[in-house]
């Protein structure tokens, strides 16, 4: 992106900001009229002082002069602070108002997006953030450069020289001709430390991240004993980090040098110039510090050159990745118009191909039915496509080619907010939110009272234990374990009611007495809704009305579990196999034996 097309893009995010820009604006005019005010002021002193002398006269006549010229520094030094004052604060005003809408913004475009956009290589989490944080950050040095930085001190620069050949031509010409050399210098400075920053950056974050992966990995660090190892890494980047840093401020120092010695040059010619132009009795004595005042104003902002020259290539860089995301139109979500108002979810899959936008292709040629009010399994091995089913029907994603209805309109016409408010999915991990249980729970209905919170927990076989937490509804929800989690999720299921319910492994991560408790849940909200269940457990594929299986991305046998247990193909194979990693041969032993004993004893 170059600078004009950035300048463009950010127009509308300031357009609302005019009056301030202009008044900011304004105020940078006023303010670099009022720094010439010194030379001037210093020129009078030096001159009045000189011919006091001249007239030998003392302090008794000098004191009006003295006291005229501390009135007139310290007031324009009051007003100057008015100025910076606004100057400052409305150029940042600017630039926190800018930032923010442009935050917001990306936010806002981020949820549109469909999930295919948050699984692509540039846009993972960690990666996302660092494109929207680096991107708003240096547009916004930007912004920061032109009203803050850049424009008061180059107007400053300009007023300066002109007053500068106005005083006298040949001192403006001396000033003008060093500032190319000091550019040069400046330019170079810039070259050499281009990208420096951003390295440095990188190196701290790479360093940060490594202390962050150390706490992480604590547990696995410690019981492989590799303390030594790790800390070497550490050592590696920390080692990394500081050759930068020092190799930085080295050819700062190197420049920084040079260009004080350049402007010493400026100074020392303006001084011999304009001493030989007093001796000459061209000029009065007071503007030799007139003049050298006046070049330290243009001089100023190229001491400052190097870094502004940074930080536009820094959003040269950042603010395509930015853009990009703001701009990606072809990820937001599609919708269609219909707006059901209740489903009965029947949903006619029919010739369906699915490629995830990785490539992946996840199905191939795909029929099912799925009944409204009944429940339906899918049942294969990992992989097979059962989740890019549930991916696809809650319009996660669009196929590819091939026929998808729900009650008899394609799914594509519905409205995907719509839809998904009468679709309740539950996964293997569901996520949990920092927040209270309360909150938690909250989220299956936003305007939910607090006992309807409190019997959708209830439904979920969650209540009991809430209450017994020392801070019951109030207690920090991430804090609980995998099996009240998931019951979490399942409340906010029962809060939301919808009349269709997609399961994916919803107890896979849960233990064998929290799988029977969330079984229990599961069962009561089953009751007269479409379900959906991808399972391992052969407990809840059992029970489902119709089951399909499938493998590599294909559905290979269909019918209820009876009919698919007898035809002896992969539905066969994959029981067949759940039930010896069960050892249910002799789990049926030991029971047949209890209950032996039991009967003998109640003999
Ligand atoms: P299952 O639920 O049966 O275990 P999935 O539907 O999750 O299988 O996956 C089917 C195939 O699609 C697998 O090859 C998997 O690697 C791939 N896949 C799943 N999710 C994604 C994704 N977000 N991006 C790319 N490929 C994916």
Redesign the pocket.
Known sequence: MSLWEIIKRLYPYVRPYRPLVIGTLLLTLVGSLAAQVNPFVLRYTVDTVQELLNQNKGLAQGADLLLLVSGLLLGKEIINTFIQFGQKFYGEKIRINVSSTLSQDAVRKILSYQ?GFY?DNGNQTGKLQTRIDRGVESLMKLVQNFFIDILPLFANALVALVVMFSANVYVGLVAVCILPLYFWISYRQADKLNGTRRALRGLRETKSQGLVNLIDSAVVIKSFVREDYEEQKQAQAQQNLQEAQLQTRKTNFRYDGLKTFTEQVGVVLIIILTAYLVLDRQISIGAIMFHILLFNNVSAPIRQLHRIYDEMNDALTYSEGFFDILDAHDAVEPTGQLLPDHLRGTFDICNVDFT???G?Q?LHDVCLTIEAGKTTALV??????????I?LLCKFYAPDHGKMLLDGKPLADYDTHALRQQIGLVLQKNHIFKGTIEENIRYGVMDATFEQIQAAAKQAYLHEQIMQLPKQYESDAQQLSGGQQQRIAIARLFLKNPPIIFL?EPTASLDAIATEQIKNSLEAIKQGRTVVI?SHSLAQIVDADCIYV?KE?RMVESGTHEQLYDQRGTYREIFDASARSLNIEKLARVMVDDEDEVGDTAA
């Open positions: 999930l699984s995830y936008p990785s992946t996840a294969g091995l990992s992989g097979a496509g059962k989740s890019t089913i991916n994916d991808i499938m991305g």
